[in-house]
């Protein structure tokens, strides 16, 4: 098993280092991760070198979400994020999927499946 957590740590840090890559690009304006607490110092470590804010929430005693990115970002998602993300209402997880950079049209839909409102329109376009 300690062979699955060193590959795991592995992936992370690659995924890591590709959204760091699409940040310093200006691609997106904040990330999300969700990945086992043991990766999180190393990862927090480099975010603090890098002066890139952040913003932690525990899944669970082994899992983590960690929210980086610009600074007005991670504050509105901390604000947002005040519970489980399978617990946000409609509006939360719309404004948190907008924020993240989502597809703005997938949202309208998520956002009226979840709401138990069907769209309008068959394709949307």
Known sequence: ???????????TLRIFNHNIYEYR??????????????????ILTRLEETEIDHFVQEVNSVKVNL??????FVDTTRSIVTKPLCQLTPEEDFMLGTLLGYDREQQCVRYLTRCARAPLCGTCH
Do not use: K, Y
């Open 67 to 72: 929210f980086f990115g610009r600074a007005a």
């Open 25 to 42: 690009r200006g691609v997106r304006c904040l990330f999300l991760m969700t990945m086992g607490a043991q990766e999180l110092p190393n």
């Open 1 to 11: 098993m300690a062979g699955q957590a060193g590959l795991d740590e592995t992936v």
